[in-house]
């Protein structure tokens, strides 16, 4: 059978001892402050990125790979792994990146022909990334292409997620919303719990008053899904870790997890989210 090599991008936010354990290979996006630019993950950290977000008087932009990085990134594991290897790349959102458009474009400059699949995984941060850990376990295990490509789909169209944002000064930075709204959302300490549609697409769910209660209500509509389901989970935070430790044990006393991945949200969805923000994922088995 011939190799099976799992791509994704940074966005993903996959742990590093993770994406080196199970062999997944990474295209890094750039953030940008003012005239600094970064590749995401590699020249700078969540940390780093949080601490920027909280000083600097400059919003963060974020930009996709260029087609010429990801028309490099398929050669070197060609060379690597061989020309009959099988590559799933496994992306960002097309709704909230341009990642997947340039994925596909960098597949059109291959001078050679590969067995290349691009995912649209209308998913971000370890949404994705669950989807990408899901296709490379499978993948050594020995499963095979149309196998993964099937799973990955289920995944895909069953995943629910939530995000839980700590303040709404970050969407007012970006744009997402008007400062009055910023103003009067944080005198009444709301906090927006956001999704990601059917397409991929971020909208609002609910609006609830303090963290407790928006975490019970994430909970609460999480158990609607599950019911009495084996489930795998992720669990992500903005330079909130202790927030994100309490909701997985929370979650492992409420449901039957089968498995549970905790992450930092890098700088791509966490310029939007800022610092504080949490965030759960749940795929039924």
């Known amino acids: ?47 780093e990125f949080f601490e920027r977000l909280r000083t600097s008087d400059v919003f963060p932009r974020t930009s996709q790979p ?21 590559i799933i790349a496994i992306l960002l959102s097309s709704q909230l990146s341009g990642t997947y458009q340039s994925a596909v474009i960098g597949k059109s400059m291959l001078e050679q022909e590969l067995d290349l699949t691009i995912i649209d995984s209308k998913k971000g941060a370890m949404f994705e990334g669950l989807l990408a850990i899901e296709a490379a376990k499978m993948a050594r295990a020995g499963r095979s292409k149309q196998q993964i490509l099937d799973e990955v789909d289920r995944m895909i169209q069953h995943m ?17 919303i008007g400062r009055a709204s910023a103003f009067i959302g944080s005198l009444l300490n709301i906090k927006p719990i956001l999704s990601l549609d059917a397409n991929g697409a971020v909208y609002a769910f609910d609006k609830v008053r ?14 609607t899904y599950a019911a009495d389901a084996r489930v795998k989970v992720a669990i992500m935070h903005a330079n909130a870790l202790e927030e994100a430790k309490a909701l997985k044990e929370r979650v492992n006393q409420e449901f039957q997890v089968i498995e549970t991945y905790i992450s930092e949200i890098g700088p791509v969805i966490g310029a939007h989210i800022g610092p504080g923000g949490i965030a759960c994922a749940m795929v039924k088995e």
């Open 66 to 86: 260029s087609p010429a990085e990801f028309s490099q990134k398929f050669k070197d594991i060609s060379e690597k792994h061989g020309a009959d290897v099988c």
């Open 160 to 176: 629910q997620n939530f995000f839980i944002l700590d303040t709404l000064e970050f969407l007012q930075k970006g744009g997402r």
């Open 210 to 223: 303090g963290n407790k209660k928006a975490v019970a209500r994430m909970v609460d509509e999480l158990k």
């Open 1 to 47: 059978m011939s190799p099976i090599v799992i791509v994704t991008d940074s966005a993903s936010d996959i742990d590093p001892a993770l994406i080196s354990q199970l062999g997944i290979e990474i295209v890094p996006l750039k953030v940008s402050f003012g005239d600094e630019t970064f590749l995401d993950g590699i020249t700078i950290r969540s940390t």
